[in-house]
């Protein structure tokens, strides 16, 4: 991999920091990581965070009723996305396919739809191929700096600079 000089940093899209710069944080949980033997787990932030006092304290929700409402949602996400169906074609070759698929419907609402069901809406299929587009996008950054993937790197460069085996652009727009 190659190693550059950090210019700074910033919280991911969407992240919900309800305030707390990124450079707080992040010293925080460096102290964390020093405390505790240069590793960090969720359970040494979270207990960490619990004093009123600490930078990350108002990341979390404390309030156990809307904190166990959020995390039944997370729960019914996951069930949501663990689902999957098994095909077997014609020629004994087995294929899984999640079950229900993310999207935004017409009320700007997120929803799941079953995977078939939203391949068939083009407005839904769009954004399924959007997402398929933007996972492969940030993927490939993760990676590209990984000698041993450079072949399969390349490759995914040059299928989101062209179109998907349909035919329909990879490119958005």
């Not at 809307?66 to 995390?71: I, T, V, Y």
């Not at 009320?107 to 068939?120: C, G, M, N």
């Amino acid at each position: 991999m190659r190693h550059g000089k950090v210019t700074g940093c910033l919280w991911a899209p969407g992240f919900p920091n309800r305030g707390v710069k990124v450079e707080d944080a992040l010293a925080a949980l460096e102290t964390i990581r020093e405390r505790d033997g240069c590793e960090l787990t969720p359970e040494s932030v979270v207990d960490s965070a619990r004093a009123k006092h600490s930078v990350l304290h108002p990341i979390f929700e404390w309030d156990d009723t809307e904190a166990s409402r959020r995390f039944r949602l997370d729960q019914a996400r996951l069930l949501l996305r663990s689902y999957t169906i098994v095909y077997e074609t014609k020629r004994d070759t087995v294929i899984e396919v999640r079950g229900f698929q993310q999207v935004t419907n017409q009320r700007h609402e997120h929803v799941y739809v079953p995977t078939l069901d939203a391949l068939r809406v083009p407005e839904y299929r769009d954004q399924i191929l959007e997402a398929a587009r933007r996972e492969l996008e940030t993927w490939t950054r993760k990676y590209e700096d990984y000698h041993a993937l450079a072949a399969v790197v390349a490759g995914v460069k040059r299928l989101l600079g062209g179109t998907f085996p349909d035919g329909s652009g990879a490119r958005a727009g």
